[in-house]
């Protein structure tokens, strides 16, 4: 099974981004279908996650509202769209999808795309 996440660029603090993440099959076959990111010279962190029939959501503690996970079941694709963005969201942001409900366990995915950078800078 692939990933494929796009979507990432540079924005000005405050600006938006939708990342994409397309799947090679359906996507409510994965439990879960999760974001992560990693900025430099730190670990990876969890973003958000949702169940493949698009059930829970869940966001990290650093979202503070401003991120959006979703499930476009026809097109097999999980977004993230991220509004209100500021340096701190510099990352790489990874898909990941699991065959059983992980949430914020990274180690529970079993599945990861390749990542997209979100660079946020003036």
């Known amino acids: 099974v692939q990933l494929q996440a796009s979507g990432g660029g540079l924005v000005r603090p405050g600006g938006s981004l939708r990342l994409s993440c397309a799947t090679s099959?359906?996507?409510?076959?994965?439990?879960?279908m999760g974001w992560f990111r990693q900025a430099p010279g730190k670990e990876r962190v969890f973003v958000a996650a949702?169940?493949?029939?698009?059930?829970?959501?869940l966001y990290g503690d650093s979202i503070e509202g401003r991120f959006t996970i979703s499930i476009n079941h026809a097109k097999n694709t999980v977004f993230l769209q991220m509004n209100n963005l500021n340096a701190d969201d510099t990352a790489i942001y990874y898909c990941a999808a699991g065959q059983r409900w992980s949430g914020s366990y990274a180690p529970g995915y079993d599945s990861w795309g390749q990542g997209t950078l979100v660079t946020v800078s003036s």
């Open positions: 949702t169940s493949g029939s698009g059930g829970p959501l």
């Open positions: 099959e359906r996507a409510f076959s994965w439990y879960t």
